[in-house]
């Protein structure tokens, strides 16, 4: 696979993991709401999910995933749009991914928050390392 494929591949593999947590959620929420017996209008808006249901975990991460993520996605449309891709950008990518996944995993599961923090902070760098990176290196191209 080239450098434009691997991009591609980076953002759809971060597209499945939020239709998949997209569908935890599903899960989770129609569950809790069949064994409470909560009626689906009494939770129409977030304040009041909050203030019936138990497990917002999914609930939470999913709607993570489109906070940083977005700006992820904003770089590779970018990248592709402009044909310059530098030859650490897929990497990267992938590394991104990657700790979106984990802190998908840590969110929807234990959800030890400090866990969860350390894997965020290192998203959020190397997320801010590839678009310092791939600023100056189209700039000096």
């Known amino acids: 696979m080239g450098p434009q494929q691997q991009l591609v591949a980076a953002c759809a593999a971060l597209a499945t993991l939020t239709f998949a947590v997209g569908l935890r959620m599903l899960v989770v929420r129609v569950t809790e709401m069949r064994a409470r017996r ?3 209008q009494t939770v129409a808006l977030s304040v009041e999910r909050a203030k ?13 995933l489109f906070e940083l ?7 590779c449309a970018v990248a592709l749009a402009t044909a310059h891709l530098p030859a650490w950008l897929p990497a990267a990518a ?4 990657g700790l979106r996944i984990v802190h998908s995993a840590i969110q929807c599961s234990y959800n ?10 290192a998203g959020f760098g190397v997320l801010a390392a590839m678009w310092a990176g791939y600023a100056l290196s189209y700039l000096a191209a």
């Open 69 to 75: 993520p977005v700006l992820f996605y904003a770089l």
């Open 94 to 97: 992938w590394l991104f991914v």
């Open 112 to 121: 030890r928050v400090m866990h969860r923090f350390a894997v965020f902070l």
């Open 38 to 40: 909560i009626h689906p």
């Open 52 to 64: 019936r249901l138990d497990d917002s975990r999914a609930s939470d991460n999913y709607n993570h």
